[in-house]
T-cell receptor
Framework: AQKITQTQPGMFVQEKEAVTLDCTYD???????LFWYKQPSSGEMIFLIY??????QNATEGRYSLNFQKARKSANLVISASQLGDSAMYFC??????????FGSGTRLLVRP | GAVVSQHPSWVICKSGTSVKIECRSL??????MFWYRQFPKQSLMLMAT?????????EQGVEKDKFLINHASLTLSTLTVTSAHPEDSSFYIC????????????????FGEGSRLTVL
């Protein structure tokens, strides 16, 4: 069975600094996808970045990059130049072969001015 | 593109009543929609997969007779919480796959705004 683990319930970062949110996963599938979503207090789920299991390059989307280490089964999110608006819950998720999305427990990020 | 709209955004009901939540794909057809539940300060838990024109597939531990899912058209799925009780109070959020763009390959889901249910 697939499993996503986020070991950081909460993180602080100073504005304009970079922060790494950890995510490890477990799956027996050869083909899978990894996602990061942001959930502000309003509750909406905002897609940030995607990494396919066969992608050799780490994904990047603006200030977001995904540090994909397949052998270690980790998919950490790096946010560069943090902004106050980045304060939110962040969820790592994995798509399984049936295209279901399974979420980790989340990390609450607070950006300090 | 790929907008999913959910209604109502919040609802308060009395214990024992039923509540219907609608999930619409506004600019694309969604043959598959997913319903999640999120308790406060917790993660999203998949409840069921809704397939257009067929029965929903429920995750283990989710009561299919309590959480009725209907996916009667390619743009609308509904979740009805029957005989709601206070323990059903939660944030319910739907999502859909858009199958015609490059995003279909990744399996990215587009989420509705969510519906916050409070059962008194």
């Amino acid at each position: 069975a697939q499993k996503i683990t986020q070991t950081q319930p909460g993180m602080f970062v100073q504005e304009k600094e970079a922060v790494t949110l950890d995510c490890t996963y477990d799956t027996s599938d050869q083909s899978y996808g990894l996602f990061w979503y942001k959930q502000p207090s309003s509750g909406e789920m905002i897609f940030l970045i995607y990494q396919g299991s066969y992608d050799e390059q780490n994904a990047t989307e603006g200030r977001y990059s995904l540090n994909f280490q397949k052998a270690r089964k980790s998919a950490n999110l790096v946010i560069s130049a943090s902004q106050l608006g980045d304060s939110a819950m962040y969820f790592c998720a994995m798509r399984d072969s049936s295209y279901k999305l399974i979420f980790g427990s989340g990390t609450r990020l607070l950006v300090r001015p | 593109g790929a907008v999913v709209s959910q209604h109502p955004s919040w609802v308060i009901c009395k214990s024992g009543t039923s509540v219907k939540i609608e999930c619409r794909s506004l600019d694309f057809q969604a043959t598959t929609m997913f319903w999640y539940r999120q308790f406060p300060k917790q993660s999203l838990m998949l409840m069921a997969t809704s397939n257009e024109g067929s029965k929903a597939t429920y995750e283990q531990g989710v009561e299919k007779d309590k959480f009725l899912i209907n996916h009667a058209s390619l743009t609308l799925s509904t979740l009805t919480v029957t005989s709601a009780h206070p323990e059903d109070s939660s944030f319910y959020i739907c999502s859909a796959r858009e199958l015609t763009s490059g995003r279909a390959v990744t399996g990215e889901l587009f989420f509705g705004e969510g519906s916050r249910l409070t059962v008194l």
